[in-house]
C-alpha cells in the first residue's frame, strides 16, 4: 500500500537523457542531444567523476536550444514560496523538500491527487512564479520534464526518504534547508490508528 510519494524533477536540461550517470529515459530523441554520448537506462553503478559531469554538461550547452541555467537563492525561495502555496491550497502534507541548484525533492503524503497531478500543480505554479519574478524569460523553460515518482510504502522507507531529501543540500555545502512547509513525519500510514503507529 503506497503512504506518500517521492517526486523529483530537474531544472530545463539537467539530466538527459544519456547523463553520464544514467537516466530513467527510455532512449534519446533529438540528434544533438544523442551525439554528447551513449544512453544508459538506470543509475549505472559505477557514477562518472564530477569532471566528466561537468564536461558533459559544458558540451550540452552548445546543442540545448535555451540557456542552461542554475537556480540560485533568490530563485529557491522563489520556487518555495509557490511550493507552500499549491501545499496550501491542494491540502497537501509534504515530509520534506529539498530545491537544489538543478533539481527539487519532495515527499507528499498520499491523498486525492495522484503523483503526477502533484508534479504538474508545484511545476506549474513554480514556473509562473519564477516568470513573474523576472528570473527567467518567458520562453525559457523553467523545468526539465514531468519528473518522476518513488512511491514510499513503509515508515522506515518514508524515514529513510525524509533523511534522505533533507542530506541533499548539505551534500553539495549548503545550508539544510528548513520549510515552513513541511511538517515532521508523524508515522502516518493508510488504515493504521495513531495509537499503533
Request: with cysteine; aromatic share 10%.
Amino acid at each position: 500500500m503506497v503512504a506518500a510519494y517521492h517526486l523529483i524533477w530537474t531544472a530545463y536540461g539537467w539530466w538527459l537523457p544519456n547523463d553520464p550517470r544514467g537516466s530513467m529515459s527510455k532512449g534519446v530523441a533529438i540528434e544533438p542531444i544523442a551525439e554528447l554520448g551513449p544512453h544508459h537506462y538506470g543509475r549505472k553503478a559505477v557514477q562518472p567523476s564530477s569532471a566528466d559531469l561537468r564536461e558533459f554538461y559544458d558540451r550540452a550547452e552548445g546543442v540545448l536550444k535555451h540557456e542552461l541555467l542554475r537556480f540560485d537563492d533568490i530563485d529557491v525561495d522563489v520556487i518555495a514560496s509557490a511550493f507552500a502555496s499549491v501545499i496550501k491550497v491542494r491540502k497537501y502534507t509534504c515530509y520534506a523538500c529539498a530545491i537544489m541548484p538543478d533539481h527539487v525533492h519532495l515527499l507528499i503524503r498520499k491523498q486525492r491527487d495522484k503523483a503526477e497531478e502533484m508534479i504538474a500543480q508545484l511545476q506549474s505554479a513554480s514556473r509562473l512564479a519564477i516568470i513573474d519574478a523576472n528570473r527567467r524569460a518567458l520562453d525559457h523553460p523553467v523545468w526539465g520534464g514531468p519528473g518522476w515518482k518513488v512511491f514510499q510504502r513503509s515508515r522506515k522507507q518514508i524515514e529513510t526518504t525524509v533523511a534522505y531529501v533533507r542530506r541533499n543540500p548539505v551534500g553539495i555545502g549548503r545550508p539544510t534547508q528548513s520549510w515552513p512547509f513541511v511538517q515532521e513525519y508523524d508515522g502516518w500510514m493508510p488504515g493504521i490508528p495513531p495509537h499503533l503507529r
